[in-house]
C-alpha cells in the first residue's frame, strides 16, 4: 500500500490553473521521497495575487511541461495509493479540474485531508493551517512551495498516526470517524469527518 502526500500550486483564481505539484512518499513511518514539478498552465495567466503567495512566474513555467505530461510521470505511483493533503478539498478539485481541463479521465486512488485528521487529534491548536501544524511538531519550512508543503503534510500524518498509535495512516480514519476520499473513473467521493 502506497501512501502519497500531495500538493498543488495555482497561478490563478481558477482550479485548473496549476503550475506546481509537490509529492511526498511515505514508508515505514517515515518521508523516503520528495519531488516538486513546475507545470505550464493551460492558458498562462498568472494573478499577481497568487504570484505573491507562492512566487512562481510565467517565465518560470514557460518551458514546463503542462499538467497530463507531469501527472503521467506518476501515474504508477498514484495507482492504488492513499493521497493525502492539506485541505484535500482545494487540492482533488485542482487534479480534477486540471483533468477536466485536458479531458482526462480520473485515476484509481483514495484520499485523506490532514486538515481533518489535524483537527479532530490536536483540538486545542488554535490554528490547523500548515505553518501552525509545522510550528506545533517543530519543522521548518517555506510555505507555499508545493514540494515542502507536501512534506510537511505528510509528516503531521505520521505524527498522527503516531498519537492515534495506529500502525499506518491508512488506519487513521476508523479512529476518527473519517470517510475516505475517493476518486475512480466516473468522478469523485469526498473526504468527510464526523463532528464530535
Request: hydrophobic share 45%; aromatic share 10%; net charge negative.
Amino acid at each position: 500500500m502506497k501512501t502519497i502526500a500531495i500538493d498543488f500550486e495555482t497561478a490563478n483564481e481558477t482550479r485548473g490553473s496549476a503550475c506546481s505539484v509537490g509529492l511526498a512518499w511515505i514508508e515505514d513511518g517515515e518521508v523516503v521521497r520528495v519531488e516538486e514539478r513546475l507545470i505550464r498552465p493551460h492558458d498562462m495567466r498568472f494573478s499577481s495575487f497568487n504570484i505573491a503567495i507562492h512566487g512562481i512566474r510565467p517565465e518560470h513555467v514557460e518551458d514546463a511541461p503542462e499538467f497530463p505530461e507531469v501527472m503521467d510521470e506518476f501515474a504508477e505511483d498514484f495507482r492504488a495509493a492513499t493521497m493525502i493533503a492539506h485541505n484535500a478539498a482545494f487540492d482533488f478539485s485542482v487534479w480534477r479540474a486540471c483533468l477536466d481541463l485536458y479531458r482526462f479521465g480520473y485515476p484509481e486512488l483514495s484520499y485523506l485531508c490532514s486538515v481533518k485528521m489535524s483537527q479532530k487529534v490536536w483540538p486545542h491548536l488554535g490554528s490547523h493551517r500548515l505553518n501552525a501544524l509545522a510550528a506545533h511538531l517543530g519543522l521548518q519550512f517555506m510555505h507555499h512551495n508545493a514540494a515542502e508543503d507536501a512534506a510537511v503534510c505528510a509528516r503531521a500524518a505520521i505524527a498522527i498516526a503516531k498519537s492515534l498509535d495506529v500502525a499506518h495512516i491508512r488506519d487513521i480514519p476508523a479512529m476518527i470517524g473519517m470517510k475516505v476520499g475517493r476518486l475512480f473513473a466516473g468522478g469523485y467521493a469526498p473526504c468527510t469527518c464526523r463532528l464530535k
